[in-house]
């Protein structure tokens, strides 16, 4: 859950940055995450940082996984 008082505010992109960047350090050359179809801020956040669609979970879950390949 977030506050409302907080969106808008780049908090969740410089998060995720930092917890991409740590995986990177630490030798990581994939990463996938679950992520509501209907929380369209945050695929959008998912998309901009280089995150796609790698498929659709099981019928009825309304979630999408993401995945993002590191060079």
């Excluded at 498929?55 to 999408?64: A, H, I, K």
């Amino acid at each position: 859950m977030f506050s409302r008082n907080f969106t808008g505010q780049g908090i969740a992109k410089k998060i995720m940055s930092n917890g991409i960047a740590h995986a990177l350090n630490l030798g990581f050359t994939r990463l996938e995450l679950d992520a509501s179809i209907d929380a369209h801020a945050a695929m959008k956040l998912y998309d901009g940082l280089g995150f796609a669609t790698a498929s659709e979970l099981p019928t009825g879950s309304q979630s999408r996984r993401l995945v993002r390949v590191m060079a």
